[in-house]
């Protein structure tokens, strides 16, 4: 790995990790940069899932005093969501590596619709035009269905869960941010169990962008408090539809 490749991948990495805390998607910056300085498809999302995991640990810090007294929510969705990423990470290492890289390019563009949908749907939430229950089997399925797409391939994750908890559960968004930054950790932590044991990581690439994105993420939680993220969320949306046509003309 050149100087340059590792500069990339810091830089990746640290966007990644305060983008996850600000919005979600930060995946969507720092797959392709895996990609872009050569690693395999397959390999640069096992990496990646596995790299992201120290951001999502930053945020988590830096929300303490958001995630106070929502243990039995930790608990409750924390099981199902772990259980889904540890099937979705398997499927990632059985299924063959033409399977991932003819997906690839639909997955970034759902996570890419997430991101610009989520809004829409914290407003239904807000104009009370969901029930509220957070021990509904319907939004237990979703987490686990979460699960599954963050074990299998993680971009967006973060969108996908917001907009699911700010649909069931009648919270404050910063809260809720919180939340959905624990349940994220939860499935990377599964994730790199799995894909670490036995998947093609790069273990390189691994580290400076782990490393990276912890500072990221302790970071994002700074802009997250402070930030309107409407910006943020269109630049990165517009950033993957462009990743997503690349892979398509690969």
Not at 11 to 18: F, T, W
Not at 204 to 232: D, F, N
């Amino acid at each position: 790995m050149t100087p340059l490749h590792a500069l990339v991948l810091a830089v990746a990495g640290l966007a990644a990790g305060a983008i996850n805390s600000v919005a979600g998607g930060g995946s969507l910056v720092s797959f392709p940069a895996m990609l872009a300085i050569g690693i395999p498809t397959l390999s640069a999302n096992a990496t990646n899932l596995i790299a992201v995991t120290p951001g999502y640990v930053g945020g988590t810090l830096g929300y303490r005093a958001q995630l106070a007294g929502q243990g039995t929510r930790v608990r409750r969705y924390g099981a199902v969501i772990m259980a889904g990423a540890v099937l979705g990470s398997a499927i990632l290492l059985v299924a063959p590596a033409s399977a991932f890289d003819a997906l690839a390019p639909f997955l970034v563009l759902v996570a890419c619709g997430l991101l610009v949908a989520q809004p829409r749907l914290a407003r239904a939430r807000a104009a009370g035009t969901a029930e509220h229950d957070e021990s509904s089997p319907l939004l237990l399925g979703a987490v686990f269905l979460g699960g599954v797409y963050g074990g299998y391939f993680g971009a967006g994750l973060g969108i996908m869960l917001l907009a699911l908890l700010a649909v069931f559960v009648p919270e404050d968004l910063q809260r809720l941010n919180a939340l959905k930054g624990v349940l994220s950790l939860l499935v990377s932590i599964a994730a790199a169990v799995l894909l670490g044991l036995f998947g093609p990581v790069d273990w390189t690439a691994c580290l400076i962008v782990a490393v990276a994105s912890l500072a990221g993420g302790r970071l994002g939680v700074v802009v997250a408090k402070r930030l309107a993220p409407q910006a943020l969320r269109y630049t990165v949306a517009s950033y993957g539809t462009v990743v997503a046509i690349v892979l398509l003309l690969r």
